[in-house]
């Protein structure tokens, strides 16, 4: 059974950093892209950045030249590197898999930023 495992939320001040990571767990065969979307109280999920299991990034304009994504293919892991943190980047972040041609969530992480 896959599983994905976030880590990394916490509470921090505006213009500050956070690195969210989420690993992928269980008997599969590949990976395709990973990514994380968010959803603010109130808000619907919405797209934050993704990775293709060759490396090419896409980014949501509201985090772009702020947040950086990568993964490491060897530890079925991608990070979210989020820089110059503002408070409307709080929310629930959620890691999303595309394993073996099936979606995955993972629980969530909660990010709070404060003014």
């Known amino acids: 059974q896959v599983q994905l495992v976030e880590s990394g939320g916490g509470l921090v001040q505006a213009g500050h950093s956070l690195r969210l990571s989420c690993a992928a767990s269980g008997s599969m065969f590949s990976i395709n892209h990973m990514g994380w979307y968010r959803q603010a109280p109130g808000k619907q999920r919405e797209f934050v950045a993704a990775v293709t299991s060759g490396g090419s990034t896409s980014y949501a304009d509201s985090v772009k030249g702020r947040f950086t994504i990568s993964r490491d293919n060897a530890k079925n892991t991608v990070y979210l590197q989020m820089n110059s943190l503002k408070p409307e980047d709080t929310a629930v972040y959620y890691c999303?898999?595309?394993?073996?041609?099936?979606?995955?969530w993972g629980q969530g992480t909660q990010v709070t930023v404060s003014s």
């Open positions: 999303y898999a595309m394993i073996d041609l099936r979606g995955y």
